[in-house]
């Protein structure tokens, strides 16, 4: 028996967020915003905390730095159920977001700070003994495990783990991974739809999955925002999936995340695929009903009864 179902593989940061802000800011003015909230960030978190409010039993490995932003991200994570024991604590300050609000649209910086220097030799390998899934995120924002992915997936490989990959969005829109020989050694995929096109260099989903196709290592699933999901066999096969629409929509910060942390929660429960990919659909729509990525989670059984009243879905457990 191994200790962990998940072991959530990424970056760690904490967020800035100001509100009513009065202007934009200008290079040497001073000005005032009305309200901040400094709050633990990074979607692999989101990840991690909501798998853990499902039921699994979720490690993080993630590095962050010796300073008091550490602290919060230690103590938000064991907060929402996650253990924290692989942490790494290293000498690079720990990063941050300053996200500046203005109505629905949002200015953002990041200092990616201690998660861009974490690599390969910084996690124990006890992590790939004790885990029976890796769950890696948001790779173009960690250059450490950019350039560290095929002796992380080899150390995998090597341990009998079971390995998804959500490569988030590249901020500097370059696409280096070398998905031809990464994709074999991933057993979910799991980009969103802009991402997918973005990293095969095409301009349609139909090419996007073409080019893939050859490479997967055991499937992949497509997030397709209100439209649902797609997942695609190794094999050829897929099935489109439609969400389960949320008229309502809160916000859509983290639903991506929430997505994965159902389909996972299933996948290591050994639940068939078809039925991984309606457990993800429905924790994302559950991810649109309360603010942030994390609102709607507060335990499993909240999950199910928003499942139920608001989507008439029974959750799978
Ligand atoms: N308005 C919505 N109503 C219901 N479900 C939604 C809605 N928006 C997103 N989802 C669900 O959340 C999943 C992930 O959202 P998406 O925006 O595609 O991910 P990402 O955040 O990675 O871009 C979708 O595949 C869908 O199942
Ligand atoms: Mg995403």
Excluded at 150 to 174: F, Y
Excluded at 229 to 239: A, N
């Amino acid at each position: 028996m191994k200790k962990y179902d998940i072991a959530a593989i990424g970056e760690l940061n904490v967020d800035i967020i100001l509100n009513g802000i009065e202007s934009e800011p200008e290079i040497g003015k001073e000005k005032f915003c009305r309200d901040m909230t400094v709050t633990l960030g990074s979607s692999t978190a989101i990840f991690a905390a909501n798998a853990a409010a499902l039921g699994s039993k979720v490690c993080f490995v993630g590095m962050v730095g010796r300073d008091s932003f550490g602290d919060l991200v230690n103590a938000s994570l064991q907060a929402k159920g996650v253990d924290t024991g692989y942490l790494i604590h290293g000498n690079t300050p720990t990063g941050a977001t300053i996200c500046m609000n203005y109505g629905e649209d949002r200015a953002n910086l990041t200092y990616q700070g201690a998660m861009d220097v974490m690599g390969f030799d910084d996690i124990t390998p006890e992590v790939f003994r004790e885990t029976r899934h890796i769950h890696l995120s948001s790779l173009f924002m960690q250059s450490g495990l950019l350039r560290d992915i095929h002796k992380i997936l080899d150390a995998a490989a090597e341990n009998g783990v079971t390995v998804s990959l959500d490569t988030q969005w590249d901020p500097m829109e370059t696409w280096k991974l070398d998905y031809k020989s990464v994709l074999p050694k991933i057993t979910v995929f799991m980009p969103n739809e802009k991402e997918l096109q973005a990293l095969t260099g095409t301009t349609d989903l139909e090419s996007a999955i073409s080019a893939v196709l050859p490479c997967l290592g055991n499937a992949m699933v497509v997030k397709c925002g209100s439209k649902g999901s797609l997942l695609v066999r190794k094999d050829g096969t897929m099935k489109l999936l439609p969400a389960f629409l949320n008229k309502d929509v809160v916000d859509a910060i983290g639903a991506g995340d929430s997505f994965n942390s159902g389909f996972i929660s299933a996948f290591v429960k050994g639940l068939f695929l078809e039925d991984c990919q309606k457990t993800g659909n429905l924790t994302g729509a559950v991810n649109t009903t309360a603010a942030g990525g994390t609102g709607a989670f507060t335990s499993l059984d909240a999950v199910r009864s928003i499942c139920k009243e608001r989507f008439g879905q029974e959750f799978a457990w």
